[in-house]
């Protein structure tokens, strides 16, 4: 295979990830439960009821803001891999398995951030970020570890700055999910807290430039 | 980076928008309730059952249109726009966000067009648009001041006529939120209306032909 | 603009209007209903409970290949079309906007197939195939008229082939619509029909071969 | 048409069909039903109630794990498909209605795999795959039958290769169809155990490397 072919077949790859990643975002928007007239009479009119909704907004919106991260992550390293090879493809099914699967807690979390059960929600909402953040290290850590499916002409400053920021996912969302027994509204405050910091960018390029 | 990869980053953008928005117009259809045969017999017959969703259909061509035409000027202002940094992916997630969200008021007002709460699902359905207005604003002028993202050989009448049209958009989508509680009908003409003037072509292209 | 940005715009359309036919096509098995336990129960089991079903699978196979085959004709002309403009964008839109309606007659269909509405369930997906096919000569005319954005190198017979096969569409499926009200089996064995018929491939090709 | 016209071809039936397996393989999320406070409380508490869905996550990451090996597959094959003509799409057309019927037995198997019909359930399961495996051959093989599509220095071990793997699939979850109804547990268990076992790598390359 040539590099020409290389590229296209990364390409591919990536075109997939996007069309999952972005329909795993759009569908956010069917977890906010449209009331029924029934249910806005019980609120006392529609304002109330769309106001009473912010449960939905909250999860939609943070949920929102981590599936973007993630799709600029994915768009960060996969300028850094420039092969790839059938292992790629699946630690990179295993990771969008994961991010596929967030529309699930969300809806559990938004029906349920304000009952008896928020640390459940709570917790069952962060521990999917924490298992997709392992998806993520795996998935990294594979194309990464010696340079294996990386470009040759790879930034390793990049490379450790990558690494750097991995690790902060996995135990941040673990003790997320941990807390949510003891406070349910601290550990959803830690994912939308992660939601924004992850919003700041990465200084360094993959390539150094000449 | 040298100027192919750099049309390749923007090119990632501009594919994963397009997957977000194209899911987005699409689901819109799943809000169209399919009447049950309870409720066939309740309005006398399938006939009249699919004649009585006319809300629907409205509230369906009409945000149709609307992400159609935000579709058409993502794609209009990504000609203009050649580079792009971490903050040029956060603001058009910002916009995707806004995008996205319209299945939703979209169902609130079809379910309510024609009764007592018209007001309020008139009113959060162009207050909708209002916001995203306002994210579209944030992304072309992010880009567009002192051309810091726009290509070098950029039309200068190209960039004023863009920030003419998007001046439009947030006054009368919030003029259209306000009149909703006047009288909802001639707010959700406005937004129809908007779809409507809209369609209609800008006259400039980016670049000046030779 | 220079004709590789020419073609640049083009594949923008083309990878819009693909995304938004690969959704409508897929969101087409949510119309299936999975019965649940008190149905199961009803129709005497799960076995029979699936194979009761069959109006849901019809609906679904026969819409499914007609959005496919749309899908291919779109693929078809835009082989031809070079070039684009604002009024190609909204006729496209138009189309599509035909194309997204298309799960919500199936599942009026389907629901309806076997009952006392089958005729009004028919008629309003076969006119709904009727409006799309409209849709689809305003966009093939627009461009073709006068080779108006088709590409410099076109094979006439090409065009009148396009020509010839698209008025088929309009007229039948509006027959169609209106025997429904004499036999709704033979209105949807039609639309059936016309399905499998359009698989059948154009001899000609957009571009004579040297 | 010339080569660059050929490869453009083939493209854009590849970004279709991952359009659409990608939305297929995200719309999964959706069968897993999220409880609502009546079936909380039914399962004593949140926890219990997520636990108990098991059956869904299981048939979740079954058909979630088949759907992307059959992309990777689809993936592989285009790698060897280099040309394209109208019985191509179809074919292609039909693999695809098959994949994106998979929701549907998924969600059916989620609902049934512990009651008493959980034979049916796992036999229609089963079959939607052998169903599928059939469509897949039939694309290959028109494919690949004299090289027709294939390109012009194609490794002769990788077609064999395919035409080997692509033997097994249909007669085994034919068999685990009919399984089903002696032992459902082992007829999804083969399915699962197919899932894990494509998931090793093709050694061969379609094309020999200098």
């Known amino acids: 295979m040539n590099q020409a ?3 296209n077949e990364t390409a591919r790859l990536e075109t997939f990830s996007d069309g999952v990643i972005a329909i795993a975002i759009t569908l956010l928007v069917l977890e906010i439960h449209v009331p029924d007239s029934a249910e ?9 009821a769309l106001v ?21 992550n994915h768009h960060t390293i996969f300028r ?10 699946v630690f990179n099914g295993l990771l969008l398995l994961g991010i596929t699967f967030v529309p699930f807690p969300t809806t559990v979390l938004a029906a349920n951030l304000e009952g008896a059960d ?4 709570s917790a069952f909402y962060a521990g999917t970020f924490a ?4 998806f993520y290290n795996l998935l990294w850590r594979y194309a990464a570890t010696g340079n294996k499916l990386l470009r040759r002409d790879i930034n390793p400053a990049f490379v450790s700055t990558i690494n750097r920021r991995y690790l902060v996912g996995v135990p941040v969302y673990s003790l997320a999910a941990v807390v949510a027994f003891v406070n349910p509204d601290v550990s959803f ?8 910091l992850y919003l700041l960018p990465t200084k360094v390029e993959p390539v150094t430039r000449a």
Request: glycine share 6%; proline share 2%.
């Open 189 to 196: 405050g830690i994912c939308a807290a992660l939601a924004v």
């Open 40 to 48: 806005v009479a019980e609120h006392g009119g529609l304002a109330q």
């Open 52 to 72: 009473d909704l912010y449960p939905s907004y909250l999860a939609y919106v943070t949920s929102f803001v981590t599936i973007l991260i993630m799709w600029i």
């Open 118 to 121: 928020s640390d459940v929600a």
């Open 5 to 7: 072919e290389e590229a």
């Open 131 to 134: 298992v997709t953040a392992v």
């Open 80 to 89: 850094a891999i420039a092969r790839n090879d059938h292992y790629l493809f």
